[in-house]
């Protein structure tokens, strides 16, 4: 593997000027993330397509899959688009991957002028890594492979890689409004992070030794406050939002809040049980 493929979603839906503002802070991210696990890398954006380049590909994966606005990446193999070529670069690929009787497929995608169609790399590619591994008995299942080849083409590239690895989503952290968030549970640690992932620059009001620090896993120069989320906003400015993990069961407590600035609950409509399952997803992971 020589290259690690980053794609968003919501970003996509943008118009060309928002989503140009919103893939630089994307991006920025990620080297900061990267940086700070000592990771050194290239990070370049091609037709809303994010390719990292790094010698540490299995140390960054883990890194970019907890980057806010990363749908999912892929570390990938690069050849050339030619199809004699890329035919014979898959195929020598997969032999690190098939094992006796293994069924696969090939799915091919392409963007750009090129003297073959999608289906046609899949048929051609498909056949090749069948004859390379032909002396473990796979087999070819369009259906319910047990391995597939995904291969992405674009100008006189080709990138193949195995699997799709789910990052968070949303937004890239900053490219919304500041927002307080007071963090004292994990609870109020899993708001807060609700609303990182919906873009918002958030300000900790909270123990730097508390729930807070399960946060910065995820953006790593958080900022943390120690102190309520009055203390912070005697301090900080331009704060649009206040952010507290309080759920339907804490009623008395949200009428209780008293701030001259809109206040958010992201945990309201859900159940104690789904709180604990997202608590255990993306904080205790």
């Known amino acids: ?79 050339s688009s030619d199809m004699a070529e890329m035919c014979q670069a898959v195929a020598e690929f997969s032999r690190d991957y098939m094992s006796e009787g293994i069924s696969f497929a090939v799915k091919a995608r392409r963007e750009g002028n090129h003297p073959y169609s999608s289906m046609d790399v899949g048929r051609e590619v498909g056949s090749a890594i069948f004859i390379a591994n032909e002396d473990r008995n796979v087999k070819v299942n369009l259906s319910k492979p047990d391995m597939t080849f995904y291969v992405e083409i674009r100008g006189k590239s080709a990138r193949v890689f195995t699997e799709y690895i789910p990052g968070p989503g949303g937004l890239p952290f900053g490219s919304q409004g500041k927002v307080v968030a007071f963090v004292e549970t994990e609870k109020d640690a899993l708001a807060a992070w609700f609303m990182m992932k919906r873009g918002c620059r958030a300000v900790i009001a909270g123990r730097e030794d508390g729930a807070a620090r399960l946060l910065r896993e995820w953006v790593p120069n958080l900022k943390i406050m120690d102190g309520s989320i009055k203390d912070v906003l005697y301090k900080e400015n331009k704060i649009l939002a206040a952010v507290y993990g309080y759920t339907l069961r804490d009623i008395d407590k949200i009428k209780s809040v008293n701030l001259s600035l809109p206040a958010f609950y992201p945990l309201s409509g859900m159940s104690d049980e789904e709180v604990d399952s997202w608590i255990l997803k993306v904080l205790n992971s």
Do not use: W
């Open 1 to 79: 593997m020589d290259v690690i493929l980053v794609r968003y979603a919501e970003v996509g839906l943008k118009s060309p000027g928002v989503r140009r503002y919103f893939e630089n802070i994307l991006i920025d991210n990620i080297l900061n993330n990267l940086a700070h696990h000592q990771i050194e890398a290239l990070v370049d954006c091609e037709q809303g397509r994010i390719h990292v380049t790094t010698d540490k590909i299995e140390a960054a994966i883990p890194v970019l899959t907890k980057v806010f606005g990363v749908a999912s990446v892929s570390p990938a193999y690069t050849c």
